[in-house]
């Protein structure tokens, strides 16, 4: 039997008051291409809609980003919003709306777990946006998507809150025209088990600051968000 439905199209619309107009579209976003292999009566699977929906997922959280960090750079936001439309943290946006349950399989994909696929959990979920966006606009696919993003930025900016200083100093650098920083070990100590590195970071041949960390990459980081801190002050006051 090619059709492994847990959930109707209908049912996942009525579930989330999705309120579909189209309900061809809807159908169309929920089905995967072995579906369609299995089932000729199908129109069309997801995989268009899928690549307008990457398109609608990248305008609308670029907007959501900029309206709600007024303070952060281009290239932080450029930074959060990778993470934010990344294919596991889709996946995890899929999963917090039951998408799997609604997709429309072949025997195939559903025997070898598909339904709980990462790649195809944010395949299904970029198609919806689409499918969205054409049924009801950028406003509906917005109100649809800003609480997924209210939860999951919490979460990122506590996974990665100093995880770009390094990569935000190699801006900077960039910006002056420099070459990139050097980062040096000038000390550690302690027992093999319980080190404490101490790293230096140098921008255009001068030492700008210091970081410590129980090994190099977490020193480093610590002394690039120090650097940027100085060299943030030093920008202002000239």
Known sequence: MGEQIIEAPAEFDKRLSLE???????HRALTHRSYLNENPQAIEDNERLEFLGDAVLDFVVGAWLY??????????????RAALVRTERLA?????????????LGKGEEESGGRTRPAMLCAAFEALMGALYLDAGIERVTDFVEPLLDHA????????GD???KSQLQEWVQ???YSAPAYKIVSESGPDHDKEFVVEVTVNGETISRGEGKNKQKASKVAARRALDILEIVEQNE
């Not at 899929?94 to 429309?104: C, H, K, S, Y």
């Not at 930025?153 to 990665?160: D, L």
């Open 67 to 80: 309206v709600h960090f007024p303070e952060k750079s281009e290239g932080e936001l450029t930074r959060l």
């Open 92 to 104: 995890i946006f899929a999963e917090d709306v039951e998408l799997g349950r609604a997709i429309r």
């Open 20 to 26: 579909f107009s189209d309900s061809l579209l809807l």
């Open 153 to 160: 930025i919490v979460n990122i900016q506590r996974e990665h």
């Open 163 to 165: 995880i770009d200083s």
């Open 175 to 177: 910006g002056q025209g």
